[in-house]
């Protein structure tokens, strides 16, 4: 007795062969809609992240401009209104008080001048104008606020004015531009 094997490699054929490919295409499908899936996931949560730290930065910069705001202000009411005072003495005795607010101001300001330019260099905002400006900065606050004499006291307190409104527009810009950069991938 001998077996016909014919008949059953023809049926195995038609059935398991077809199967197979099934099997072996459903699983490449199966795999390609996971990556796509992945892939979606992590463009959203990417997204998603960006749209975080876009608002932190936006927050950052309406925290920035309002204490930028109101330091320019307080210390541009204080200083007009010690230069319209008359009598030089009572002047000098507002700009001395001033001088001493700028004292907490230079010692912030030391580092962060470094770290600014340093910043502006990396995000590639630093100007030629800009330079001039951060060596101003560098030149004034080099000055001893503890030796300045009577006759000096209000042109650096005019100076330090100078300082603050640009120490204050450079870090807005800073601010600004790293918010800016979070959705350009988005945008082009």
């Given at each position: ?26 699983y ?63 002047k ?62 209000e ?34």
């Open positions: 007795m001998s077996i016909d094997w014919t008949p059953i490699i023809s049926d195995f054929i038609k059935i398991v062969l077809p199967a197979t490919i099934t099997a072996i295409v459903s490449k499908m199966a795999k390609n809609q996971l990556a796509i899936q992945e892939a979606k996931i992590k463009g959203e949560s990417e997204y998603k992240a960006r749209e975080n730290l876009f608002n932190v930065y936006r927050e950052k910069i309406r925290v920035s401009r309002e204490s930028s705001e109101e330091i320019l202000n307080t210390f541009g009411e204080k200083l007009c209104y010690a230069m319209a005072i008359e009598d030089n003495q009572e000098i005795i507002h700009l001395k008080g001033l001088m001493k607010a700028l004292k907490i101001f230079k010692f912030h300001l030391a580092d962060s001048t470094n770290e600014l330019e340093e910043e502006l260099k990396e995000n590639k905002l630093l100007t030629q104008k800009d330079k001039e400006d951060i060596l101003f900065i560098k030149k004034i606050r080099s000055i001893d606020l503890g030796k300045i004499s009577d006759e000096e006291i042109k650096v307190c005019l100076n330090y004015s100078k300082v603050l409104m640009l120490f204050c527009s450079f870090k807005n810009r800073l601010l600004k531009k790293k918010s800016n950069e979070l959705f350009s991938k988005y945008l082009t």
